[in-house]
């Protein structure tokens, strides 16, 4: 057996999914089951070993009753938060001595604001009408 390469693009993905449900009251286990989904397949995109196929993503965008713009809009949050390391939120005050830069803090202020407008944008649309 080989050693499967985690995509860390695929993991942004899957957890901003999580994240979404989560909002929603779901867990993990709840959007697979509502999503007719493996209870391990929302795991692997959190993890990054695998990305929804385009069933399993319409599967999931019914149950979140979201537009896949959405998902890409809190992918692309998840991403930031990914790729700005904590290294780069200290300034050096002195040898030895490191704080927190106040523009660092302005922004993941910026960042969090986005995701609750995200998540309030998502509350507010009208949930699904279950399948017939």
Sequence with gaps: MGIRVVDPAKSDRGKAIVFLADRQGFSQRDLAAKAKLNSNTISDWCMGKTSPDRRS????????????????????????????????????????????????????????????????????????????
């Design 57 to 132: 993503m319409d599967s999931v965008l019914r149950v979140l009753g979201c537009t896949e713009q959405v998902v890409e809009e809190a992918t692309a949050i998840f991403r930031e938060w990914r790729l700005r390391p904590v290294a780069a939120a200290l300034v050096e005050e002195g040898p030895g001595r490191y704080a927190a830069a106040d523009d660092i803090h302005r922004e993941l202020g910026r960042i969090v604001a986005r995701l609750v407008d995200l998540i309030g944008q998502l509350l507010q649309r009208k949930p699904p009408s279950p399948p017939a």
